[in-house]
């Protein structure tokens, strides 16, 4: 079945250091979502893309959708304490009947 | 918050058991999903309705089983319940069934099973 794959599971930074997770699907996506998780909290929506080659910014945060719409990647410039949690991409297709498959996330951590 | 609510929080029971965790979507929101959430497996989405109807089925196994009422508010019974059935659950909404979507996530039932 189709799947999403999500890299690293884990990653530990210093504060001010870059970090990028990356998602990749077995199947062309119709569009890609990112949620982040704090600890202890639920899923928040963070950003969706839906077109070949997408990029989109959101302060030190920039998403990439592959122009193939088979992968995707989050990029967190200087991060900071705050950016802890667990990201998760999920890949959608348009075929009915079908649902949002989520990644297994990353989950970041922030030393100061 | 995200405006969606979900009961109960905590929920602590005995194998063999069954359980019911209720959901209420935002305001407006037709669709309805689940998911669990365990430490080695992300999150698994189990089953989408929409307006009362089931819209998608992902990994739920024969012993789960969930229906959303005319009021739109959804319910996910758990039974024959194994130790590896605890995991934190939730429940999201979007407000149409497609899947650009966004959904917004309750904060969850926790499920511990001893």
């Known amino acids: 079945g189709q799947q999403v794959m999500q890299i690293p599971q884990y990653q530990h930074v210093q504060e001010g250091e870059d970090f990028t997770t990356y998602c990749n699907s077995s199947t062309t996506l119709s569009n890609i979502q990112w949620y982040k998780q704090r600890p202890g909290g639920h899923p928040v929506f963070l950003i969706q893309?839906?077109?070949?080659?997408e990029v989109k910014k959101q302060k030190r945060l920039t998403f990439q959708f592959g122009e193939a719409k088979k992968n995707s990647s989050l990029h967190i410039t200087a991060t900071q304490t705050t950016d802890v949690g667990t990201y998760f991409c999920?890949?959608?297709?348009?075929?009915?009947?079908?649902?949002?498959?989520f990644g297994k996330g990353t989950t970041l951590s922030v030393s100061s | 918050d995200s405006g969606v609510t979900q009961t109960p929080k905590h929920l602590i029971t005995a194998t063999g058991q069954r359980v019911t965790l209720r959901c209420s979507p935002r305001?407006?929101?037709?669709?309805v999903y689940w998911y669990q959430q365990s430490l080695d497996q992300g999150l698994q989405f189990l089953i989408q309705?929409?307006?009362?109807?089931?819209?998608a089925k992902g990994n739920i196994l024969e012993r789960f089983s969930a229906q959303q009422f005319p009021d739109l508010h959804s319910e996910l019974n758990l039974s024959s319940l194994e130790l590896g059935d605890s995991a934190l659950y939730f429940c999201?909404?979007?407000?149409?069934?497609?899947?650009?979507?966004?959904?917004?996530f309750g904060p969850g039932t926790r499920l511990t099973v001893l």
């Open positions: 999920a890949g959608g297709k348009r075929e009915a009947g079908t649902a949002l498959i």
């Open positions: 305001s407006g929101d037709l669709s």
């Open positions: 309705y929409y307006n009362g109807e089931e819209r």
């Open positions: 999201a909404s979007s407000v149409g069934s497609r899947a650009t979507d966004t959904q917004y």
């Open positions: 893309l839906v077109k070949s080659g």
